[in-house]
């Protein structure tokens, strides 16, 4: 897993520079579905750090002139349909990722590719779109992820012609 690079010296020749992307953070990141799904569920139920930590880890950035951005330590923090959404993608050499999570809704998505090209982020969007209802402001209560399936179905059967058991 070494990758080779060339670098010039002062004399003109070149020499060989080895380095490893995945021994570092911003590469070195491998994880399963079933792992990723449990550092989802640790943003609403906590078995590594505690609330505390998770406040920490999502408190977005400030700047001088007064700008809060939407980055944290290494976090998305945002709103989709309403709800606060914390987010996070990327990607190396032909592998790309992201992980979507609804804090509120204790809901969240993970979608792993094997291709660089196409833009993840409205990807996972638009899974989120067949399963969150739109928060509707002033509506106290429990919030649900939807459960019309009938008005999904359509996109159920065409999401099928995915699934299944992939090696990589």
Do not use: C
């Amino acid at each position: 897993n070494r990758a080779v690079s060339y670098w010039q010296e002062g004399d003109g020749k070149f020499s060989n520079a080895f380095h490893n992307v995945y021994t570092v953070g911003d590469g070195g990141i491998m994880t399963t579905v079933k792992d990723a799904a449990k550092w989802i569920m640790n943003f609403y139920n906590p078995k590594v750090g505690d609330m505390h930590d998770i406040e920490a880890l999502t408190t977005t950035g400030l700047l001088k002139n007064g700008k809060k951005l939407s980055y944290a330590a290494g976090i998305r923090v945002g709103h989709e349909s309403g709800w606060k959404v914390y987010s996070h993608a990327g990607g190396l050499h032909g592998y790309s990722a992201i992980i979507s999570i609804y804090p509120e809704l204790k809901t969240g998505f993970i979608i792993f590719g094997n291709m660089r090209r196409g833009d993840i982020n409205s990807k996972v969007n638009e899974l989120a779109k067949l399963i969150v209802t739109p928060k509707q402001a002033g509506v106290k209560g429990t919030p649900q992820v939807s459960r019309n399936y009938e008005r999904h179905h359509k996109d159920s059967v065409f999401l099928k012609s995915y699934s299944g058991d992939f090696i990589s």
